[in-house]
């Protein structure tokens, strides 16, 4: 049992070390100038992260005619995209949720426009002239404790019966440590389509691609308002633009709106990352650049650079009350704590070695896991959210689907289960954020009880049980 940090050695800050390497390698360029001025655009798409990118991209290439303009609180990639984990892949790894919540036609549904994502964003990040450290070395899901081992097994078994044995690999304990040693990865699967990516590099090159296509940019240009008409105006702090239609692409900024609250909730996830340690790296085998996850509901997860780093994150950060975003869904010492607790326990080899970063930042979490896409009533206003903290893949599905809506195209992506299912609804205030941190708690002493090998207490045990006592699809384990 590795004694557990009560404070990190690094408290978490802004920006990610994702975003700052990643200007750093841009040469730090100066934000795009703010929207000082009133203008027109046929798309107004509120920010700029993959959701806002992807978006503009798509309708640039579909409709070359279409101007299209971007208004970012700060710079792209400032938002999540430029501080994940990096991991991309398809719907595979949670297919055994799907197929319990949803049945097996959707996990065919989510498996397929995983793959076409995954393919859609292999390209972009293979391009010539496109550095974003794209490692094509799959996804390896590893169980970190007893408890962990059947929900390995359900993924395996979910695989098995929907015919993908070739894409959802079982590995025994001795294979998972061949590829990592940790003295607590036991068995595993390896997903064949799986890729980690710096996140905050794909986010710039987005930028780039969609600056070259014609797009137009603001950043430093908060939306503080969406006035809906005919045409509807958007309102910034110096500035407005008139536009037929309108794109929230807000992430965690959406949760507050009176009609996304109820089925949207602000959970947090916090990563730490090492200084170089390509020694440890290469004494522990980890030199295939695959991501690693366990299998906990609040997920860790692991990966490398091409210095020789290990990042990691933590997915039980604090939650937000009411879709406000507050500070401590960014700056929560605690959970950067719980972080590289669990780093320092699975790679004791670390020693001294020391943690260079901490950071953290909002998950949308929708009430059913699944995004959700589709257009406001009244008007042409038009959203996506809810990626739940798998959201690299998703927002190319996003950017598809959103750029559809847009053009008022009647498609695959239209017609899938991200805009056709009923959107499912969370209790609500005060009681969803009260039930809500009492079930984290509750579950994150579970889960760290497992992981040290003891039981854990009854009332860690009720706590944790209450969301399917009330048939809730997420916050179960
Ligand atoms: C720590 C962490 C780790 C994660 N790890 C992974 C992972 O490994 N794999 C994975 O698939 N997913 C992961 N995710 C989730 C993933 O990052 C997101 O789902 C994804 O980036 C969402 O993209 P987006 O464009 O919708 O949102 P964002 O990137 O947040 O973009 C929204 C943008 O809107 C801007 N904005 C907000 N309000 C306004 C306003 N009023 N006006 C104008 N602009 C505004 C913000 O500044 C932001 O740039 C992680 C998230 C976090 C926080």
Redesign the pocket.
Known sequence: VTSRLNQPTVLPAEP?WWLQEALQFEGDPPALPALESTIEADVAI????????WTALSLRERAPNLRVVI???????????????????GYWLSSAKWAANFGDDVVRELTHFGALAQDGIRTFCTAPGVDVWWADNGIIKFSGSPAQDAAIERIIATARRLGATDLVIPLSRAEVQERCRSPHFRAGLWIREGATVQ?ARL?RALRRAALERGVVIYEN????DVRVGAPHTVL?PRGAIAARDVVL?????LTARPDIAPHVMNF????VITEPVPDLLTEIGWTGGE?LDDARMFLH?FRTTPDGRIAM?S?SGPIDFNGILQPRVFFDAASAARAETALRRFFPGLGDRCVARA??????VSADGLPFFGTLRPGRVHF??G?????????WI?GMTLASLVLGEDNAFTRSVFCRRRWSAFPPEPLRTVVGRLVRSAIIACEEADEDGVPAPLPARLGAAIPRAFGMRVGTR
């Open positions: 990610s509120l920010g700029g992260g993959y959701t806002g990118l208004v970012e609180d700060t710079v792209c990639g400032g938002g999540a995209s430029g501080k994940n984990g990096g991991f991309v892949h996140p986010a240009t908060p939306a503080k910034t692409a807000l992430n965690a900024g947090s996830s916090f990563m991501g997860y994150g997915g950071w953290g930042g909002p998950i949308d996506g959210c990626y739940s903290g798998h959201g690299v893949n998703a927002t996003g």
